[in-house]
């Protein structure tokens, strides 16, 4: 189904995810602070396994990545040398009339798109949340809130390598928070003031840029293709010269088709030896690579990975999300992919007498050492399986009157809705099975 032709998936996704804890805005009770989110229980088991997910392909399938996690305050030298404390800025305006603000590049025209009031010329304004060190507020003590992950591996790119001993090429994968005060946010999580990034930097000879640049763009658009993404939902977009950043040689999004438009999901970018270079300069210590093999001595080039954990969020919902009519009444499934899914296993007893209740609870206490479970006795089991599709939970099993004379149970599928009788005791490995 082309998203883009669901205008109103938005609003659907944003009332799922309150009524059914992923998502809610942040400090709502006191009216909530804009573009900032809290995750709820179901939004921060699936957040988790985003992240283990990128995490295990970036870092335990592979020998060549390695993992690191860096303080969120830096040095303020840091951002000086990287270019934010200049570059990093977007182009505001103001409306003179009702005050509101703009990002003049996201194609605003000559006046306000709010009261039609005349605009201000465009200026320059750093994204960065500042904050103070110690108790003296003064120039001196300003820091920075990190907008980027990836500079907490480049200044411990020499700390890694050495301990590691691994060998250009490989990388540093990190997982983290980075804040941006964003002038224009929205979309829901798609554009926040706070958000993970989940960042790669893969370290490589200079001359090889081009055969890295390509293994790591097809790398990334396959791991949202494993992950269950529609293939029709994801495009590339390559940057042309002036889209840049100023970092960049060479860039590459990957983009979602959402119901608002067609938008970067991540970022591979041929970021040179910009940074190494830079921060081996201004800090006076070398991190530069010696290859003992051809005894060359080289500022590696880097090729990033940069995605956002919260906007894959965002994708996996939107892509999942689905109704459907079954016997006249609608169906609201997310298919998830199982490894995403929050829960991946419900256990209901039927009824809520004959023991089921006692031999359902005996399950659920032995499967979730396995799987993230749910045990739901509550309504009608047809109203209890629609909850659980609600949430993408894969798999339900269900207790009832045969498990009384055959120690078997249902294990309904969230997708097909079909459900077959299997051992109490072959669950474990079946349903292993079945998730892998
Ligand atoms: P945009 O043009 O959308 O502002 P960007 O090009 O500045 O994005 P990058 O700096 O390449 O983004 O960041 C890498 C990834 O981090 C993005 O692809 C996105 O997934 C995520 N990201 C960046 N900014 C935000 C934000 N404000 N909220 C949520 N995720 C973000």
Known sequence: MAKSKEPDLMDKLNSLCKRRGFIFQSSEIYGGINALWDYGPM?????????????????????????????????????????????????????????QRFRADQSVGKSCPNCGG?????????????????PVE?????????????????????????????KVPFGIAQI????????????????????????????????????????W?????????????????????????????????????????FPFAW??????????????????????????YFDDQTKERFIPYIIETSAGVDRSLLVFLVDAYHEEEVRGEKRVVLNLHPKIAPVKVAVLPLVNRDNMP?????????????????????????????????IGTPYAVTVDSQTLQDETVTLRDRDTMEQIRVKIGELVELVKKKLA
């Open 43 to 99: 939004g921060v088991e699936m957040k988790k396994n985003i992240k283990d997910s990128w995490w295990e392909s970036m870092t335990q399938l592979r020998d060549d990545i390695e993992g690191i996690d860096a303080a969120i305050i830096m040095h303020p030298k840091v951002w000086e040398t990287s270019g934010h404390i200049q570059n990093f800025t977007d182009p505001l305006v103001d409306c003179k009339k009702c005050k």
């Open 217 to 257: 763009i097809k790398e990334r658009f396959d791991w949202y293709l494993n992950l269950g993404i529609k293939k029709e939902n994801l495009r590339f977009h390559q940057h042309e010269h002036k889209e840049l950043a100023h970092y960049a040689k060479e860039a590459y999004d990957i983009e979602y088709n």
């Open 118 to 134: 005349e605009l201000t010329d465009p200026r320059q304004f750093n994204l960065m949340f500042k904050t103070h060190i110690g």
């Open 358 to 390: 006692e031999i359902a609870l005996r399950i659920f206490h032995d499967l979730k050492h396995y799987f993230k479970c749910f045990y739901d006795d509550g309504g009608a089991v047809g109203r209890r399986y629609r909850r659980q599709d609600e």
């Open 176 to 215: 983290g928070k980075a804040f941006r005060n964003e002038i224009s946010p929205g979309n829901f999580i798609f554009r926040s003031r706070e958000f993970e990034q989940m960042e790669m930097q893969f370290f490589i000879h200079p001359k090889e840029d081009k055969k890295w640049m390509e293994y």
């Open 263 to 288: 938008k970067e999901i991540e970022g591979i970018h041929n970021r040179t030896d910009f940074d190494l270079s830079r921060h081996s300069q201004a800090s006076g210590k070398d991190l530069s």
């Open 138 to 166: 003064d120039e001196a003590s300003v820091a920075f809130l990190r907008p980027e992950t990836a500079q907490g591996i480049y200044v411990n790119f020499q700390n890694v390598l050495g301990p590691s001993r691994q």
